[in-house]
């Protein structure tokens, strides 16, 4: 009868490890690359870059202005800056496929986002927020309505 005890004990000790260790073992989740992600994401990651190229004209402009940066430099700056901005808007083209409903819709999230505020304390919430990180409100609201 001891070995009936040893045999489960050995068998329970060894679904348990394999439990325990299924996570490590199992084939990971695929996670999507970058060109497979959602729509939404691509022409958002494509506008944000067209407004860091837009944003860096503008303080290449400002150290122009100050005489920050001589002349030879802020023509090849611009010009780079530029190509930037309107390679990411070409892109954005292309991705929206030339559909203005679907950036229409793109442009409605956007601002729908960017006008969620807590109803309690009117401070300005991100998308995935709950609860207010200010004052610890809980968010009932619609993320794309902002109400």
């Known amino acids: 009868?001891?070995?009936?005890?040893?045999?489960?004990?050995?068998?329970?000790?060894?679904?348990?490890?394999?439990?325990?260790?299924?996570?490590?073992?199992?084939?990971?989740?695929?996670?999507?690359?970058?060109?497979?992600?959602?729509?939404?994401?691509?022409?958002?990651?494509?506008?944000?870059?067209?407004e860091l190229a837009l944003s860096a004209l503008r303080d290449l402009e400002e150290d122009f202005r100050l005489g920050r940066v001589d002349e030879k430099d802020y023509e090849a700056l611009r010009a780079r800056y530029r190509r930037r901005a309107v390679a990411a808007l070409k892109a954005v083209d292309q991705a929206l496929g030339g559909d203005a409903e679907a950036l229409e819709k793109l442009i409605e999230r956007e601002v729908a986002l960017a006008r969620r505020r807590c109803p309690?304390?009117?401070?300005?919430?991100?998308?995935?927020?709950?609860?207010?990180?200010?004052?610890?409100?809980?968010?009932?609201?619609?993320?794309?309505?902002?109400?």
């Open 120 to 147: 309690d304390c009117g401070r300005p919430l991100a998308e995935e927020f709950r609860f207010c990180p200010h004052c610890g409100q809980a968010l009932n609201v619609s993320p794309l309505t902002g109400r």
């Open 1 to 50: 009868m001891p070995e009936l005890g040893t045999i489960l004990a050995g068998i329970l000790g060894v679904g348990t490890i394999l439990f325990a260790a299924w996570p490590l073992l199992r084939p990971p989740d695929r996670l999507p690359r970058p060109e497979e992600r959602p729509d939404a994401d691509r022409i958002r990651e494509l506008l944000e870059r067209r």
